[in-house]
């Protein structure tokens, strides 16, 4: 297994922005997800290996956008107007071990195979 790297979580008010980034081990599809106190893990949003489709959880449409910046194999979740209730620990994950269409933008836990540690975001009403 491949243990990926997550950054750029931290302290912040509602309101604000963040940018969390994750260093890929190649172009795989990506995804974030991630799990607050007392709450099952979740998913947030997903890539493709293309980076031309995208999906993204209910709760954060409209506020978070997926990208990857192949040339540095990384990929960026771009995190708008944060919510007390987008408090947790984010989560990236990569697919590399299994085929993947490279349309798709994965959406569960079962679909990745390398976890990152996570990264603490903290929204403070």
């Known amino acids: 297994q491949v243990q990926l790297v997550e950054s750029g979580g931290g302290l912040v008010q509602t309101g604000d922005s963040l940018r969390l980034s994750c260093t890929a081990s190649?172009?795989?599809?990506m995804g974030w997800f991630r799990q607050a106190p007392g709450k099952e893990r979740e998913f947030v949003a997903g890539?493709?290996?293309?980076?031309?489709?995208?999906n993204y959880a209910d709760s954060v449409k409209g506020r978070f956008t997926i990208s990857r910046d192949n040339a540095k194999n990384t990929v960026y979740l771009y995190m708008n107007s944060l919510k007390p209730e987008d408090t947790a620990v984010y989560y990236c994950?990569?697919?590399?071990?299994?085929?993947?269409?490279?349309?798709?933008?994965?959406?569960?836990?079962?679909?990745?195979?390398?976890w990152g540690q996570g990264t603490q975001v903290t929204v403070s009403s």
């Open positions: 190649g172009r795989y599809p």
């Open positions: 890539l493709s290996r293309s980076g031309g489709a995208t």
């Open positions: 994950a990569q697919r590399r071990t299994r085929a993947a269409y490279s349309g798709s933008a994965y959406t569960g836990e079962n679909d990745y195979d390398d």
